[in-house]
Nanobody, 115 residues
């Protein structure tokens, strides 16, 4: 059971990027899947979360700009990031809360936003 994150790269300020987090195994064995981000010297911070029931939650800093969604058939959670800012530059991680295995982290994907 693992999570695979993808979609990072270089973006211009004001631009958009979409990150993907694909979960192996039964997608419905996750109570929630979330995106976190981390910059050097700082702790990981929650960016957005989607629960099994479809409820979403966002950090104040990304509300109105980022959207978390899922395609259950593909076992994938997306983070659509619009109107990117340089302070969105970070390594982004997805985390799944598995019903038996607890918290599972995917590898990070770097997003760099240039001004």
């Amino acid at each position: 059971v693992q999570l695979q994150a993808s979609g990072g790269g270089l973006a211009q300020a004001g631009g958009s990027q979409r990150l993907s987090c694909t979960a192996s195994g039964n997608f419905f064995n996750y109570d929630a899947i979330a995106w976190y981000r981390q910059t050097p010297g700082n702790e990981r911070e929650l960016v957005a979360k989607i629960t099994r029931s479809g409820n979403t939650d966002y950090a104040d800093s990304v509300k109105g700009r980022f959207t978390i969604s899922r395609n259950s058939g593909k076992g994938t959670v997306y983070l659509q990031m619009n109107n990117l800012r340089p302070d969105d530059t970070a390594t982004y991680y997805c985390k799944g809360r598995h019903i038996t295995m607890g918290d599972l982290w995917g590898q990070g994907t770097l997003v760099t936003v240039s001004s």
